[in-house]
Each structure stands twice: as C-alpha cells, then as structure tokens.
C-alpha cells in the first residue's frame, strides 16, 4: 500500500498538495476528504480534480518566474 502511495505522490500532478499548502492544512488531510467525496459524488471530484491539475500545470506554463530579462 505504502509503495502504491508512493507512486502517486512522486507521479501525480500534486494539485492537492498545492491546494493544502495555500490553505495551510496537511496534504494527508485534503487527499483524505477528496477520496471521500469521490465516493459520495461518484465521480464528479475526480473530474474536478484534473479539471484543477490541468489549470495548475497551465499556470505554471505561462507564468514562469524568470531570473533575469536575458532568460526570454
């Protein structure tokens, strides 16, 4: 279970941690609530859930910080 777990936090798009960060809660915790609401939603969070990853990896596209003007 644990190399299962593993996986997904090295694999995975880390939309959640982001989220838990911003809110200033653990990660563990936030992961935890969104498994349960998959379940009660059947589906729906899981859809906004790479609705979400998909923003955050446009984000970081576009708005790349850079170190200096010569970086363009």
């Known amino acids: 279970m644990y190399k299962l777990r593993y996986f997904f936090e090295k694999h995975g798009f880390g939309a959640l941690s982001r ?16 498994i ?8 729906v969070s899981f859809a906004l859930y790479l609705t979400l ?6 984000k970081d596209l576009i708005y790349t910080k850079r170190t200096s003007v010569f970086d363009l």
């Open 19 to 34: 989220l838990a960060d911003r809110l200033g809660m653990r990660a563990k915790n936030v992961r935890l609530f969104f």
């Open 36 to 43: 349960y609401v998959t379940f009660a939603t059947l589906g």
């Open 53 to 58: 990853a998909f923003i955050l990896r446009l």
